[in-house]
């Protein structure tokens, strides 16, 4: 199951973040919150990080909510660091992914 999340997972962030050329999806903002856009892939990417951190075991769902609350906000832009939450977003699945040999 946790496999499915993780492919999951990274078809919506090349999705997202790295459109492809010849197919057009749209990129939908569903409303705005501190003058940034929330699009649809940003929230279908949060419900699959949240729906992957249920399936962990207990010591590893902590980790992956403080990483979950620190993507949701260097989204937001409350954390301004460039580049922030790709690398939290690559932390989270390669978590995903180590927990799965674990």
């Known amino acids: ?3 499915a999340i993780v492919i999951i997972l990274v078809i919506l962030w090349f999705l997202g973040y790295s459109p492809i050329s010849g197919i057009a999806i749209p990129n939908i903002i569903l409303f705005n919150i501190n003058n940034h856009p929330v699009t649809l892939w940003e929230i279908l ?3 699959a990080i949240g ?3 249920s399936l962990l075991p207990r010591p ?3 980790v992956a909510s403080v ?3 620190l993507w949701v906000l260097s989204v937001l832009g409350v954390l301004a660091i460039a580049g922030l939450s790709n690398i939290i977003f690559f932390v989270i699945v390669v978590g995903l992914i180590i927990s799965i040999f674990i």
């Open 51 to 53: 729906w992957a951190i």
């Open 45 to 47: 990417i949060l419900v």
């Open 60 to 62: 590893l769902q902590a």
């Open 1 to 3: 199951m946790i496999i």
């Open 67 to 69: 990483l979950l609350i």
